[in-house]
T-cell receptor, first 112, second 113 residues
Framework: KNQVEQSPQSLIILEGKNCTLQCNYTVSPFSNLRWYKQDTGRGPVSLTIMTFSENTKSNGRYTATLDADTKQSSLHITASQLSDSASYICVVTAAAGNKLTFGGGTRVLVKP | KAGVTQTPRYLIKTRGQQVTLSCSPISGHRSVSWYQQTPGQGLQFLFEYFSETQRNKGNFPGRFSGRQFSNSRSEMNVSTLELGDSALYLC????????????FGPGTRLTVT
């Protein structure tokens, strides 16, 4: 069964600090992995999308990594800002049937 | 280019009623997908439409239905509403398939009382 597990479920960090979110998946065959940022009550906004051949991709202070061998991805937030407070969702696409599997998300709270 | 728009943004209905939600995709996008998001279940896929045809469907009861028009605008209908249908309903559009980059709308917050 295709699954995407994210950890931690939630975390609190101080403004200016870095943090790393984890995403482990069992989706196979793999097509791509995406990270989304979702502010409360809003729709998700894409941060990065990575295919099998890509192992790192940056979008400003957000850097995503992918290890397709271990089926793990991480999202690193550098020098966090209050506006980074949001849920971060990992989504994996299976190559067969174009099925999307969503992780449960990590809720990040940045405190001043 | 305008983003994905959803109407209405908020809706309150009572059990047993039906509701229709609307989604206008980004211009040029032909794929529209619908998702239900609840605190307990996270994001769950409802269905995807492409060129007025339902291409994929999630594991939701037949009370949930949708359609897509020739201009790619899509509607989702939920009949015989239940309390558990209270959720944020998100629409996402993409160029060809939902495996491409998806752009989400702001969602419709449905509350069933």
């Amino acid at each position: 069964k295709n699954q995407v597990e994210q950890s931690p479920q939630s975390l609190i960090i101080l403004e200016g600090k870095n943090c790393t979110l984890q995403c482990n998946y069992t989706v196979s065959p793999f097509s791509n992995l995406r990270w989304y940022k979702q502010d409360t009550g809003r729709g998700p906004v894409s941060l990065t999308i990575m295919t099998f051949s890509e192992n790192t991709k940056s979008n400003g202070r957000y850097t995503a990594t992918l290890d397709a061998d271990t089926k793990q991805s991480s999202l690193h937030i550098t020098a966090s800002q209050l506006s980074d407070s949001a849920s971060y969702i990992c989504v994996v696409t299976a190559a067969a049937g174009n099925k999307l599997t969503f992780g449960g998300g990590t809720r990040v709270l940045v405190k001043p | 280019k305008a983003g994905v728009t959803q109407t209405p943004r908020y809706l309150i209905k009572t059990r047993g009623q039906q509701v229709t939600l609307s989604c206008s995709p980004i211009s040029g996008h032909r794929s529209v997908s619908w998702y239900q998001q609840t605190p307990g279940q996270g994001l769950q896929f409802l269905f995807e439409y492409f060129s007025e045809t339902q291409r994929n469907k999630g594991n939701f009861p037949g009370r949930f239905s949708g359609r897509q028009f020739s201009n790619s605008r899509s509607e989702m209908n939920v009949s015989t509403l239940e309390l558990g249908d209270s959720a944020l309903y998100l629409c996402a559009s993409s160029m060809e398939t939902r495996t491409y980059e998806q752009y989400f709308g702001p969602g419709t917050r449905l509350t069933v009382t």
